[in-house]
């Protein structure tokens, strides 16, 4: 039996992160949301009639006034509550606390006060709530000035800004992917929770690095450095340093790409060089006839590098749950790479008359037990 699942804040940065990752659950069917259903009561009705579990992820983070988080917060929690009373449905509803329900600010105070709302719900009816009290997050696609310190400054560096320090304190992060999957065991029930009620159940979700904000930095410019400056991919080893150098992939510049290589010539012919990397990896070759197009697959982890170095071809990315399509044109004649950012589908076409090589790496080899490759067309 699948799940139907649905997801409020579906467009936020946790939320795309859940469902593009649900999407490639086959027991689980995800049930759409919009924004506007929060002003419509109709679509609003239907929405939680659909659903089996709700993860509510909507809220307000930062605005010039608190008083408006505190309000919007509270508000949202009580709508999706009288929705559910309304239609006489009892979801389970996974809530999306912060560890700062514990700090003296309307934001936090918001989450702690919607999170005993949801609890006195599920007690006196037969729903089910569980909280999720979530530290500082960090991944792709967050919302620099807003999400997180880290979103900041990888969009600063990347976009050659200089990031100022504030306070240089000490953080505890955790990356989107491993947050992601502590939702996906509450909802499929596979992780054990804390009862704090009839029916209303309670996770602390601990940060899995505590490191200074001043180290974040240097990592950071490092990789523009060394990944921007002079294409060497640093070690992946470190869980953490391979989730950050991930996430700042994300805020490199479309036009970055094509990277022409330096072409050494001599007598005796040509010598590029490929790459230069400080981990380990795998490297592959393909030839591709004239109209044949190759990939249309994209990965959730997994750094990997295109470098065309004979014919023409055309590279397409396009990040999941976008139309947006970016078009990267190479020619063999001027060796050139483009590395593919992790959730992004994407493929490589020989446009030419000849054949196609192109030269890849990738920093894992292949294991079809664990391919981290999933099929979507550009």
Same mark, same amino acid.
């Given at each position: ?182 939702? !996906? #065991? %509450? ?6 929770? +804390? ?9 602390? /979700?601990? @940060?899995?690095?505590? !490191? #200074? %904000? ?6 950071? +410019? ?9 294409? /060497?991919? @640093? ?144």
């Amino acid at each position: 039996m699948k799940f139907r699942v649905g997801i409020t804040g579906q467009a936020g940065f946790v939320g795309y992160h859940l469902y593009s990752t649900l999407a490639l659950k086959e027991q689980i069917e995800l049930v759409p949301f919009k924004r506007s259903f929060f002003s419509d009561d109709k679509a609003l009705a239907t929405f939680v009639k659909s659903c089996d579990v709700i993860v509510h992820l909507a809220a307000m983070n930062r605005h010039e006034d608190a008083n408006v988080i505190y309000e919007t917060n509270i508000a949202l929690v009580n709508t999706l509550i009288s929705a559910c009373d309304k239609e006489k449905v009892n979801p389970h509803i996974i809530f999306s606390s912060s560890s700062q329900e514990v700090n003296d600010n309307l934001y936090g105070k918001s989450k702690k006060e919607g999170k005993h709302l949801f609890m006195d719900w599920a007690n006196k009816g037969n729903g089910k709530v569980t909280s999720l009290t979530i530290p500082n997050v960090f991944g792709p696609f967050g919302k620099p000035n807003y999400n997180s310190v880290v979103a900041t400054f990888c969009h600063k560096i990347a976009h050659d800004e200089e990031p100022a320090i504030i306070n240089d304190s000490e953080v505890g992060l955790i990356y989107i992917n491993d947050l992601v999957s502590q939702f !996906i #065991k %509450v909802i499929e029930d596979e992780i054990e929770t +804390k009862n704090i009620g009839k029916n209303s159940y309670e996770l602390l /979700i601990a @940060p899995e690095t505590h !490191i #200074k %904000v001043s180290k974040i930095l240097s990592l950071l +410019k490092q990789y523009k450095s060394d990944y921007m400056g002079k294409g /060497i991919f @640093p070690s992946l080893e470190d869980s953490f340093e391979k989730a950050l150098f991930n996430t700042f992939r994300c805020y490199v510049p479309e036009d970055h790409y094509p990277v022409k290589y330096t072409k050494h010539t001599d007598a005796r012919g040509s010598f590029v060089e490929i790459a230069r990397t400080e981990t380990s990896g795998q490297f592959s070759f393909s030839t591709t006839v004239p109209g044949i197009t190759r990939g249309n697959h994209y990965h959730t982890r997994k750094a990997e590098r295109f470098a065309v170095i004979s014919g023409k071809a055309l590279i397409q990315l396009r990040k999941i749950g976008t139309d947006d399509v970016i078009d990267y044109y190479l020619d063999g004649t001027e060796p050139a790479y483009v590395d593919m950012p992790i959730w992004y589908t994407h493929n490589i076409k020989n446009i030419g008359d000849e054949e196609l090589i192109t030269l890849f790496w990738i920093n894992e080899p292949y294991n079809e037990k664990d391919a981290d490759t999933y099929f979507e067309n550009v």
